[in-house]
């Protein structure tokens, strides 16, 4: 049996490039959205949790507590602008772009996409997404607390096996 086999470890594409984790701790495009939590720039307590969805762009930024971000009056924050740039960072431009539907001539970049979604002048979500994206953030942080293993985690074994172990 090979070690991926083996392995409870599942694969993870690899960065386009490294980014700190200081300012967007924890980014996605799950659920026809780009999601994640940024970090506040005025106070290390405070987290926002960001999200724009795919095709219609409609944005949604709050505390983790559920206030609404100050700079979210009709268009994207600063906290969404972050996203975008560190998601680019992540996945490359290319796939965030084609994650969110954005139609960009030539190669897209960060401040592109942004500047593609804002010309369409998005509407503001509900917001409701934003405690899942947290639940989910918080989940990410229990899993890294956790000392390497290659054994079996029982909340990970939703998958059946394909075939016993030898």
Not at 2 to 16: D, G, I, L, Q
């Amino acid at each position: 049996m090979s070690h991926w086999e083996k392995s409870s470890v599942a694969r993870v594409t690899p960065p386009a490039r490294p980014r700190k984790l200081a300012k967007v701790p924890f980014v996605e495009l799950a659920d026809g959205r780009l999601q994640g939590v940024v970090s506040s720039g005025s106070d290390i307590e405070r987290v926002y949790v960001s999200s724009v969805a795919a095709g219609t762009y409609a944005f949604a930024c709050s505390t983790n507590n559920n206030r609404p971000c100050g700079g979210a009056r009709g268009t994207f924050c600063n906290h969404i602008r972050a996203l975008v740039g560190e998601a680019v960072l992540q996945y490359g431009a290319e796939r965030v772009a084609r994650g969110l539907r954005v139609e960009s001539e030539g190669v897209p970049s960060a401040d592109g996409i942004v500047t593609e979604m804002a010309l369409t002048r998005p509407a503001k979500a509900d917001g409701q997404a934003a405690a899942a994206v947290f639940s989910r953030f918080l989940r990410h942080l229990a899993y890294l607390q956790l000392a390497p293993t290659t054994a079996p985690l029982p909340e990970m074994q939703w998958f059946p096996p394909t075939r016993a172990a030898a």
